[in-house]
């Protein structure tokens, strides 16, 4: 168990509670009804690796969440009654319940504490072959083709290969919206999952982007930003708190209070920019990154001639 105190600890106010669950461990952090942090805390989780799969167990990561919670709440010396909202953000891993919302194994050792195929598994790698295979339209809009880190294969490879797990499940979901589901009874799907990675189609508004506001752990690294600045060519935000990643969970949080009217009053209410970098004035850094990308693009396509040559000479 991790604790960081922050600048106050002697709040009196209302405070939202943002939870982010990593790779790794779980992590709480209050926030002010201004967006200004009171305090965080973070549980490890566990984690189960076998070759190119990686499993994890939701029961585990709920009891990590309390014990984060509990000991931030302390840290903050904020009471349950005070914090008047909550919201989740996590890793992009899969979840399988039953019915009664009980763990199903997905995994091949039958371990029912394992019922999470963790986003960094790649077990489903010839699954998302098949998919790209059809050339579905909807490829066009996850870069040309699925990842093993997405939900399709992975669910396809559990269908294949854990039938019995398969035909058990009644609820397959990402572990956002599972902790959303497991906290309220809510089994509503975010926008932002179903998207990202279950390849729903969301509106396309054609914005033009000039301007990018930059979040998490790698918001931190002060070369990264500049470097991401100087090749996309636009000016990168960086929020007024560190952690960005329990804010927004937290702002999810406040919305659910009905403290404000909406996702995008509560944003304004609770966000604040930071520092701004802006790209380089110098022309020439620009174009030496776009040489580089026309480079990498060449090196790629050379990297599958040079596969499938080293693939038909094993045939």
Known sequence: MEIHPSYSSSYAGKAFLGVDVGT???RAGLFSEDGRLLGSASSLIQIWKDGDSVEQSSTDIWHAICAAVKAVCSLANVTAEDVIGLGFAATCSLVAVDADGSPVTVSCSGDARRNIIVWIDHRSVKQAEKI???????????????????????????????????????????LSDWLSFRATGDDTRSLCTTVCKWTYLGHAHMHQIDTLLACGGLAKNSLYIQEHADIVGCS???P???ESVLLGAAILGSVATKKYSGLHDAMKALSAAGQVVHPSKDERVKKYHDAKYEIYKSLYEQQLSHRTIMQNALQ
Do not use: H
């Open 24 to 26: 790794g461990s779980a």
């Open 240 to 242: 007024r708190e560190n």
């Open 132 to 174: 790209n295979s059809f050339n579905s339209t909807v490829l066009q809009y996850c870069g040309g083709s699925v990842s093993p880190e997405m939900q399709p294969p992975k669910l396809l490879w559990v269908k294949e290969n854990l039938k019995e797990s398969w035909s058990m499940a009644f609820r397959w979901m990402d």
């Open 236 to 238: 990168i935000i960086l």
